[in-house]
């Protein structure tokens, strides 16, 4: 997807990193948010298209129509040993969906759906000691998929849709974070200890400026081409009280072919000052003039199965279990290229993530306390991807527990309102990432010189409230 891919030249893109691991987003129904997101194995409606698009076509109505919200609310925190501090300033994501099902026949349904299965929104600030891998990002990825189902038997279903994804995305990163200047200047002076003694009070003053600031930062903005995939699955009923059902969604490699990007500094003529300076005892050393670049990259969004069953024991009840197996292993390094190649091919990215398949698992009930009134609960244990040693604050990724509740009123037989609020919090998880100083990548000295490695303890959670509406007819 086009500038989703924007992300790639400031590191990796995990999105929505407290709602759900890696870039997905729990926020599909309001409804199903209340039973822990289960419903691969149950009949709901319009709402089928995306958890089982098999289930479609047990619509109970000529038209289903469904449409809501969610408020992702979430926080993060990073500590290191020495007790420095960071939390995340986060502005509220907002993803939405909209279902609309149609009955042609008894035993063929259709639909259409828009949702945001990938997101993400979090703000670290400029001038945090992370700032170089990431400042704040912001990112929406929508999805059309028109769907079909088709009842083979009155037990037996399938259904599919075709997946037409897009969205937007907003980056910021330090091209050069606080501290880092004279970090750098430590390197290089390891690597030629008479440049000390020649360096003048002028450039150590300036140099000092950038102590607690990012002097530059690069930023990326855009929006996103679309790209196709595919949703299928499949729902048997074993007898009137057990169903099952298999889903899958499949992979989709979102593209940038050309990106732009920006550069922003703390003070654009003291920085100029200093790099000329600088230029006069380091040949070469200076910003590189990537806003006057465009780049290529590509990220795999990952395919997902999911398997589950329901039982009803009464007219009244309904419990769900599920498991969503998440292909994260497709996302294996990250490679970046920058144009003109002849002059900024030097600063191409090659990232390794090693991301490895996960699974969440899923439980959920409702009870249909009036004919009016339906109360749910639910859970989810979602397994983190990423090994400790490629975890990066734009996600900072950690196996995450979400407990759900939601309920649905009826103040008319055809229309429902609903209401869900989960909490997912994370099992805190010290980490690392190692990248490269930028500036440095062109200079002669050592390559293991030019590595830094960021590490601490990430500790993240989130509050959403969703609210949906649905009328049949």
């Not at 244990?381 to 090994?387: G, L, R, T």
Request: some cysteine; charged content about 20%.
């Amino acid at each position: 997807m086009k500038k989703i891919i924007a992300l790639a030249c400031l590191s990796m893109l995990p999105l929505s990193y407290a709602a759900a691991e890696g870039y997905q987003v729990n926020a599909q129904s309001t409804k199903q948010a209340g039973m822990g997101h289960v419903g691969a194995a149950m009949k709901l409606g319009a709402e089928s298209m995306h958890f089982n698009p098999a289930g479609l076509v047990f619509m109970d109505k000529n038209v289903d129509l469904s449409a809501g919200i969610t408020g992702v609310f979430a926080n993060g925190k990073f500590t290191q040993n020495d007790g420095y501090e960071a939390k995340t300033d986060n502005k509220a994501s907002t993803p939405l969906y909209a279902y609309a099902g149609f009955k042609i026949y008894d035993f063929l349904a259709a639909g259409i759906s828009i949702n945001t299965p990938y997101g993400s929104s979090i703000n670290w600030g400029r001038d945090w000691r992370g700032a170089h891998l990431v400042q704040d990002i912001s990112l929406k990825a929508f999805n059309i998929q028109p769907t079909v189902s088709w009842k083979i038997m009155d037990n037996l279903s399938i259904g599919a849709g075709l997946m037409m994804e897009f969205g937007n995305i907003e980056l910021n990163r330090a091209l050069i974070a606080p501290g880092e200047i004279n970090k750098m200047a430590g390197i290089l002076l390891e690597s030629n200890p008479g440049l000390g003694a020649m360096i003048p009070d002028e450039i150590k003053a300036l140099m000092a400026k950038y102590d607690e600031v990012s002097a530059a930062s690069v930023g990326l903005k855009g929006d996103a081409g679309i790209r196709f995939g595919f949703n299928v699955g499949a729902m048997y009923d074993i007898n009137e009280k057990i169903t099952v059902g298999v889903s899958y969604r499949s992979k989709v490699t979102a593209r940038v072919k050309e990106g732009d990007v920006a550069l922003s500094y703390a003070n654009k003529a003291d920085l100029d000052k200093l790099m000329g300076m600088v230029g006069q005892f380091v040949p070469g050393a200076g910003l590189p003039p990537l806003d006057q670049s465009t780049f290529s990259a590509e990220l795999p969004l990952p395919d997902n199965w999911n398997v589950g069953v329901s039982y009803r024991p009464t007219n009244r009840w309904e419990v769900s279990g599920e498991v969503q197996f998440v292909g994260w292993g497709a996302y294996k390094s990250l490679d970046v290229k920058f144009y003109p190649d002849s002059e900024l091919g030097k600063y191409n990215i090659t990232a390794p993530k090693k991301y490895k398949n996960s699974r969440i698992y899923r439980l959920g009930g409702q009870f249909a306390a009036t004919d009016r009134l339906d109360v749910r609960l639910g859970a989810y244990y979602d397994e983190s991807p990423v090994e400790d040693d490629y975890l990066n604050p734009e996600t900072p990724s950690m196996n995450k527990l979400g407990l759900t509740a939601g309920l649905s009123f009826r103040p008319l037989k055809s229309l429902s309102v609903d209401f869900a609020f989960s909490y997912v919090t994370g099992f805190g998880r010290d980490g690392s990432y190692t990248d490269e100083y930028t500036l440095l990548k062109s200079l002669p000295i050592p390559d293991a010189a030019k590595i830094r490695k960021f590490e601490g303890h990430y500790d993240v959670y989130a509050l959403m409230p969703s609210i949906g509406l649905s009328y049949a007819f």
